[in-house]
Protein backbone atom coordinates (compact mmCIF):
# COMPACT_ATOMS: atom_id res chain seq x y z
CA UNK A 1 0.00 0.00 0.00
CA UNK A 2 2.56 2.34 1.03
CA UNK A 3 4.57 1.90 -3.04
CA UNK A 4 0.85 2.63 -4.59
CA UNK A 5 0.97 6.14 -2.29
CA UNK A 6 4.54 7.06 -3.31
CA UNK A 7 3.47 6.44 -7.36
CA UNK A 8 -0.02 8.04 -6.80
CA UNK A 9 -2.16 5.68 -7.16
CA UNK A 10 -3.87 6.00 -3.43
CA UNK A 11 -3.95 9.45 -1.76
CA UNK A 12 -2.44 9.34 1.72
CA UNK A 13 -5.54 9.88 3.53
CA UNK A 14 -7.33 6.50 2.16
CA UNK A 15 -4.06 4.75 3.09
CA UNK A 16 -4.00 5.96 6.92
CA UNK A 17 -7.79 5.17 6.85
CA UNK A 18 -7.15 1.48 5.42
CA UNK A 19 -4.35 1.41 8.12
CA UNK A 20 -6.52 2.75 10.54
CA UNK A 21 -9.46 0.22 9.82
CA UNK A 22 -7.00 -2.74 9.62
CA UNK A 23 -5.86 -1.68 13.25
CA UNK A 24 -9.07 -1.85 14.10
CA UNK A 25 -9.89 -5.24 12.59
CA UNK A 26 -6.66 -6.81 14.37
CA UNK A 27 -7.64 -5.03 17.81
CA UNK A 28 -11.40 -6.86 16.84
CA UNK A 29 -9.73 -10.07 16.21
CA UNK A 30 -7.51 -10.07 19.40
CA UNK A 31 -10.60 -9.05 21.75
CA UNK A 32 -13.03 -11.68 19.99
CA UNK A 33 -10.15 -14.56 20.52
CA UNK A 34 -9.54 -13.10 23.78
CA UNK A 35 -13.56 -13.85 24.53
CA UNK A 36 -13.30 -16.90 23.00
CA UNK A 37 -10.72 -18.45 25.33
CA UNK A 38 -12.36 -16.59 29.13
CA UNK A 39 -15.71 -18.25 27.60
CA UNK A 40 -13.55 -22.16 27.20
CA UNK A 41 -12.52 -21.39 29.94
CA UNK A 42 -15.36 -20.76 32.05
CA UNK A 43 -16.91 -23.28 30.58
CA UNK A 44 -14.19 -25.85 31.55
CA UNK A 45 -14.84 -24.36 35.29
CA UNK A 46 -18.38 -25.27 35.06
CA UNK A 47 -17.72 -28.59 34.61
CA UNK A 48 -15.28 -28.99 37.29
CA UNK A 49 -18.02 -27.10 39.39
CA UNK A 50 -20.57 -29.75 37.89
CA UNK A 51 -18.60 -32.32 38.48
CA UNK A 52 -17.63 -31.37 42.16
CA UNK A 53 -21.24 -30.76 43.07
CA UNK A 54 -21.90 -34.35 41.85
CA UNK A 55 -19.14 -35.75 43.89
CA UNK A 56 -20.28 -33.67 46.84
CA UNK A 57 -23.58 -35.16 46.42
CA UNK A 58 -22.49 -39.02 46.32
CA UNK A 59 -20.65 -38.04 49.37
CA UNK A 60 -23.83 -37.41 51.18
CA UNK A 61 -25.75 -39.98 50.34
CA UNK A 62 -23.01 -42.04 51.45
CA UNK A 63 -23.26 -39.98 54.70
CA UNK A 64 -27.09 -40.27 55.07
CA UNK A 65 -26.76 -44.29 54.44
CA UNK A 66 -24.34 -44.89 56.76
CA UNK A 67 -26.58 -42.88 59.26
CA UNK A 68 -29.23 -45.51 58.34
CA UNK A 69 -26.91 -48.49 59.31
CA UNK A 70 -26.73 -47.17 63.16
CA UNK A 71 -31.00 -47.49 62.83
CA UNK A 72 -32.73 -51.01 63.36
CA UNK A 73 -36.16 -50.81 62.67
CA UNK A 74 -38.59 -53.33 63.77
CA UNK A 75 -41.25 -54.67 61.73
CA UNK A 76 -43.98 -54.98 63.78
CA UNK A 77 -45.14 -52.99 66.55
CA UNK A 78 -44.01 -54.84 69.63
CA UNK A 79 -43.39 -54.66 73.84
CA UNK A 80 -39.57 -55.15 74.75
CA UNK A 81 -38.64 -58.37 77.04
CA UNK A 82 -35.22 -59.47 77.95
CA UNK A 83 -33.25 -56.72 77.28
CA UNK A 84 -29.86 -57.47 77.62
CA UNK A 85 -28.35 -53.88 77.00
CA UNK A 86 -27.87 -50.78 78.55
CA UNK A 87 -27.10 -47.44 77.40
CA UNK A 88 -23.89 -46.43 75.83
CA UNK A 89 -23.05 -49.79 75.21
CA UNK A 90 -21.95 -51.47 71.77
CA UNK A 91 -24.24 -53.79 69.78
CA UNK A 92 -22.21 -56.25 68.34
CA UNK A 93 -23.07 -58.48 65.26
CA UNK A 94 -25.06 -61.22 65.40
CA UNK A 95 -26.04 -60.95 68.73
CA UNK A 96 -29.49 -60.52 70.18
CA UNK A 97 -29.82 -57.42 72.75
CA UNK A 98 -33.68 -57.66 73.66
CA UNK A 99 -37.12 -59.83 72.21
CA UNK A 100 -39.66 -57.95 70.43
CA UNK A 101 -43.01 -59.41 71.30
CA UNK A 102 -45.20 -59.09 68.46
CA UNK A 103 -48.47 -57.26 70.55
CA UNK A 104 -50.54 -56.77 67.43
CA UNK A 105 -50.99 -60.18 66.60
CA UNK A 106 -52.19 -62.84 69.07
CA UNK A 107 -52.38 -66.61 68.69
CA UNK A 108 -53.22 -69.74 70.61
CA UNK A 109 -51.96 -72.90 70.48
CA UNK A 110 -54.57 -75.56 71.47
CA UNK A 111 -53.32 -79.29 71.67
CA UNK A 112 -56.07 -81.67 70.33
CA UNK A 113 -56.38 -85.28 69.87
CA UNK A 114 -55.78 -86.40 66.49
CA UNK A 115 -59.50 -88.05 67.26
CA UNK A 116 -61.00 -85.26 67.11
CA UNK A 117 -59.47 -83.35 64.25
CA UNK A 118 -61.88 -84.73 61.60
CA UNK A 119 -63.95 -81.02 61.59
CA UNK A 120 -60.67 -79.15 62.41
CA UNK A 121 -59.22 -76.96 59.21
CA UNK A 122 -58.30 -73.42 58.80
CA UNK A 123 -61.36 -70.59 58.87
CA UNK A 124 -63.07 -72.69 61.81
CA UNK A 125 -64.35 -70.10 64.56
CA UNK A 126 -63.08 -70.83 68.12
CA UNK A 127 -64.18 -69.11 71.56
CA UNK A 128 -60.73 -68.76 73.59
CA UNK A 129 -60.64 -68.45 77.31
CA UNK A 130 -57.02 -67.19 79.40
CA UNK A 131 -56.89 -67.65 82.89
CA UNK A 132 -56.15 -64.26 83.73
CA UNK A 133 -59.84 -63.65 83.41
CA UNK A 134 -62.33 -66.44 83.27
CA UNK A 135 -65.18 -63.97 82.67
CA UNK A 136 -64.22 -63.19 79.49
CA UNK A 137 -64.13 -64.68 75.84
CA UNK A 138 -62.77 -64.08 72.99
CA UNK A 139 -63.26 -64.71 68.83
CA UNK A 140 -60.77 -66.78 67.34
CA UNK A 141 -60.40 -68.23 63.96
CA UNK A 142 -58.32 -71.32 63.46
CA UNK A 143 -55.38 -70.55 61.21
CA UNK A 144 -53.50 -74.09 60.92
CA UNK A 145 -53.89 -77.15 62.09
CA UNK A 146 -49.87 -79.28 62.99
CA UNK A 147 -49.31 -81.41 60.38
CA UNK A 148 -46.69 -83.14 62.85
CA UNK A 149 -45.22 -83.61 66.05
CA UNK A 150 -41.93 -85.78 67.30
CA UNK A 151 -43.40 -89.54 67.91
CA UNK A 152 -42.64 -90.65 71.55
CA UNK A 153 -39.26 -93.07 71.83
CA UNK A 154 -38.52 -92.34 68.51
CA UNK A 155 -35.67 -90.53 66.73
CA UNK A 156 -35.86 -86.73 66.87
CA UNK A 157 -36.52 -85.14 64.35
CA UNK A 158 -35.58 -81.48 63.98
CA UNK A 159 -38.06 -78.90 63.83
CA UNK A 160 -41.39 -80.89 65.04
CA UNK A 161 -43.23 -79.61 68.30
CA UNK A 162 -43.13 -82.27 71.49
CA UNK A 163 -46.36 -82.61 72.88
CA UNK A 164 -46.55 -84.48 76.23
CA UNK A 165 -48.72 -87.20 77.11
CA UNK A 166 -50.89 -86.61 80.18
CA UNK A 167 -51.01 -90.35 81.14
CA UNK A 168 -47.50 -92.41 80.74
CA UNK A 169 -48.83 -95.78 81.68
CA UNK A 170 -51.89 -95.46 79.34
CA UNK A 171 -51.76 -95.30 75.69
CA UNK A 172 -53.64 -92.13 74.48
CA UNK A 173 -54.39 -90.47 70.84
CA UNK A 174 -51.81 -87.92 70.45
CA UNK A 175 -52.22 -84.63 70.43
CA UNK A 176 -51.36 -82.35 67.66
CA UNK A 177 -51.33 -78.20 67.37
CA UNK A 178 -53.89 -76.03 66.04
CA UNK A 179 -52.90 -72.45 65.19
CA UNK A 180 -56.03 -70.08 66.39
CA UNK A 181 -55.57 -66.35 65.29
CA UNK A 182 -57.34 -64.54 68.14
CA UNK A 183 -59.79 -61.52 66.56
CA UNK A 184 -60.75 -59.09 69.38
CA UNK A 185 -57.28 -59.87 71.81
CA UNK A 186 -56.75 -57.74 74.61
CA UNK A 187 -52.98 -56.54 75.66
CA UNK A 188 -53.46 -56.33 78.82
CA UNK A 189 -54.91 -59.80 79.23
CA UNK A 190 -52.61 -61.48 76.67
CA UNK A 191 -49.27 -62.65 77.52
CA UNK A 192 -46.71 -64.49 75.91
CA UNK A 193 -46.59 -68.31 77.18
CA UNK A 194 -49.76 -67.76 79.52
CA UNK A 195 -52.71 -70.61 79.45
CA UNK A 196 -55.48 -70.32 77.77
CA UNK A 197 -58.36 -72.74 76.63
CA UNK A 198 -60.44 -72.96 73.04
CA UNK A 199 -63.62 -74.53 72.53
CA UNK A 200 -64.63 -74.55 68.37
CA UNK A 201 -67.54 -73.59 67.10
CA UNK A 202 -69.67 -76.01 65.21
Known sequence: ?????????????????????????????????????????????????????????????????????TEVRAPFNGVVVALKTTVGQYASALKPVFTLLDDDRWYVIANFRETDLNNVRPGVAARITVMTNHNRTFNGVVDSVGSGVLPEGGSVIEGLPLIQKSINWVHVSQRFPVKIAVSDPDPELFRMGASASAVLQP
Do not use: N, Y
Not at 26 to 55: C, F, I, W
Open 1 to 69: MSRWCRRGSLPQEDLDQARTAEKAARAELEATLLQAKQASAAVTGVDAMVAQRAGVLAQIALAELHLEF
